[in-house]
């Protein structure tokens, strides 16, 4: 899945431009909330490596729903991310930009967004040969503001800002044109019904459409 893996998150990013995090121990609960987001018209996952069943439920998903993109997030070391390729990760997501994981990742082809909150990570990703980054935390990082502070001097950098999205300021992020999507946990909250975040899915895609009438 790697050059052809790309161009489809491309695609589907550019319709509906939202990464939902999947954090659950119970594999079935995973599967249970990556239908539900699917329902509700997202289909690109972020399952997190935070808990010990993460990458069951992420094996899980790809078993139950060839159709959607489900990545590996909190990919902290290489043998993680080994044991998410394993597992069937077709992206991978770093809170950090560590270079060893990013240069494995573009050697073999593998779509990585590792995480950056500093002009000196985001030139360091850019001469790496990165082109999309994770902004994180996005709202301790300085938000917007500083998005658009990137924008104009990393012209050809897009970012996928996560931590601190909300439905409250989706669409200030959206509305950047160097924004590639957004990643958040607000579309899972713990313990909710498939409805409930198919619910969630539904209106963060209506928010979206606002920012980006065209997509």
Not at 106 to 130: C, D, H, K
């Amino acid at each position: 899945m790697s050059g052809t893996c790309l161009e489809q998150l491309d695609t589907r990013l550019a319709t509906a431009p939202i990464v939902p995090l999947i954090a659950e121990n119970d594999a079935e609960r995973a599967v249970e909330t990556a239908l539900a987001l699917k329902a509700g018209g997202l289909s690109v996952i972020e399952v997190v490596l935070r808990s010990e069943n993460a990458l069951a439920g992420l094996d899980a998903i790809r078993c139950a729903d060839a159709d959607l993109i489900v990545g590996a997030g909190t990919v902290l070391t290489l043998d993680q991310l080994a044991a998410a390729r394993s597992a069937g990760a077709q992206f991978i997501v770093s809170p950090g930009l560590l270079d060893p994981i990013a240069e494995l990742c573009l050697a073999e082809n593998i779509p990585v967004f590792p995480g950056v909150m500093t002009a000196g990570e985001v030139q360091r990703a850019y001469a790496m040969g990165l082109r999309t980054v994770k902004f994180f935390p996005a709202s301790l990082a300085g938000g917007v503001p500083m998005l658009k502070a990137f924008a104009a001097v990393f012209r050809d950098m897009r970012f996928m800002p996560t931590g601190g999205i909300s439905a409250g300021n989706l669409v200030d992020y959206l509305a950047l044109p160097s924004v590639l999507a957004c990643g958040g946990s607000w579309l899972t909250p713990r313990g909710a019904e498939p409805e409930v975040t198919q619910g969630l899915a539904r209106e963060a895609l209506a928010i979206a459409a606002t920012a980006r009438p065209s997509g």
